[in-house]
T-cell receptor, first 115, second 111 residues
Framework: AQSVTQLGSHVSVSEGALVLLRCNYSSSVPPYLFWYVQYPNQGLQLLLKYTSAATLVKGINGFEAEFKKSETSFHLTKPSAHMSDAAEYFCAVSESGGGADGLTFGKGTHLIIQP | DAGITQSPRYKITETGRQVTLMCHQTWSHSYMFWYRQDLGHGLRLIYYSAAADITDKGEVPDGYVVSRSKTENFPLTLESATRSQTSVYFC??????????FGNGTRLTVT
């Protein structure tokens, strides 16, 4: 069975500092991996996805993530945090990438940006 | 505008009452999903549907019923609401091998 572990339920960084949100996955097959962002009182929006093409994936709003098979990780980074990045971030895994596979989500990481 | 509409956005109900959460999509995506979001649990899949009249259980289906008579609608019914079903409920769709698209959620409180 697939699973996702997000390390740190809350991460606090200063504006302009590096953002690093950690995600480790477990999957019996080569996975599809996703990062979603959730702003208050809204649904989840896709930030980026890994589908076995390039291991370094670039997403929206300056975020990127690197797939490391040896470490079973898919950490999310952004070089310089902005106040508007404050939100909840979810890592998710899929073993089929589509169809009835509804994704398995991590428990989320709340990103706090300090001025 | 095309997208997913969930209604109501907020609902307060009493223990034992039946309540239905609505989900409507304008894309005609084949797959639709219901998730619940709880602090400390992330999102957990309740039910999903591959097409009209085809539904299946997810991770936490107990206490919920779904139907899908039309492609665009996927209502979720709590037949006899319990306090443990207080949560934020998200509907999502997918046309095929693409990421999920989410609605804005329904915040349900069971008193």
């Amino acid at each position: 069975a697939q699973s996702v572990t997000q390390l740190g339920s809350h991460v606090s960084v200063s504006e302009g500092a590096l953002v690093l949100l950690r995600c480790n996955y477990s999957s019996s097959v080569p996975p599809y991996l996703f990062w979603y962002v959730q702003y208050p009182n809204q649904g989840l929006q896709l930030l980026l996805k890994y589908t076995s093409a390039a291991t370094l994936v670039k997403g929206i709003n300056g975020f990127e993530a690197e797939f490391k098979k040896s470490e079973t990780s898919f950490h999310l980074t952004k070089p310089s945090a902005h106040m508007s990045d404050a939100a909840e971030y979810f890592c998710a895994v899929s073993e089929s990438g589509g169809g009835a596979d509804g994704l398995t989500f991590g428990k989320g990481t709340h990103l706090i940006i300090q001025p | 505008d095309a997208g997913i509409t969930q209604s109501p956005r907020y609902k307060i109900t009493e223990t034992g009452r039946q309540v239905t959460l609505m989900c409507h999509q304008t894309w005609s995506h084949s797959y639709m999903f219901w998730y619940r979001q709880d602090l400390g649990h992330g999102l957990r899949l309740i039910y999903y549907s591959a097409a009209a009249d085809i539904t299946d259980k997810g991770e936490v289906p107990d206490g919920y019923v779904v139907s899908r008579s039309k492609t665009e609608n996927f209502p979720l019914t709590l037949e006899s609401a319990t306090r443990s079903q207080t949560s934020v409920y998200f509907c999502a769709t997918r046309p095929g091998a693409t990421p999920l698209h989410f609605g804005n959620g329904t915040r349900l409180t069971v008193t």
